[in-house]
């Protein structure tokens, strides 16, 4: 089993910026990211990175986030930037190993204040 641990989250001011940190027991992977889901609303896709180091966003980046990884530490990164209210949410950190098989944290919350 897979374990995906994150950190980072909080309050930030609109305009402000985040950097989100998800570490995982394994390191292969397909793809790794995040995703975050709003009161009221499904869960989307944020930013995704995959094996061979391509980048997937969500419309809604546009530009501001950042997704990296350290291969050293089975770490994925994602660095918020310019910030805004709607961006608040509860940021969970995603692994897809193989065809299917998904992996999720337990969630980080990211509040915005206008």
């Known amino acids: 089993q897979v374990q995906l641990v994150e950190s980072g989250g909080g309050l930030v001011q609109a305009g402000g910026s ?3 940190s998800c570490a995982a027991s394994e390191s292969d992977f397909n793809r790794m990211g995040w995703y ?15 094996s061979g180091g391509s980048t ?6 546009k530009g501001r986030f950042t997704i990296s990884r350290e291969n050293a530490k089975n770490t994925v990164y994602l660095q918020m930037n310019s910030l805004r209210p709607e961006d608040t949410g509860v940021y969970y950190c995603y692994m897809r190993r ?3 098989t998904n992996y999720w944290g337990q969630g980080t919350q990211v509040t915005v204040s206008s």
């Not at 975050?36 to 995959?50: C, F, M, N, S, T």
């Not at 997937?56 to 980046?61: A, N, S």
């Open 56 to 61: 997937v966003y969500g419309d809604f980046v």
């Open 36 to 50: 975050r889901q709003a009161p009221g609303k499904q869960r989307e896709l944020v930013a995704v990175i995959y």
């Open 98 to 100: 193989g065809y299917t």
């Open 18 to 20: 985040l950097r989100l």
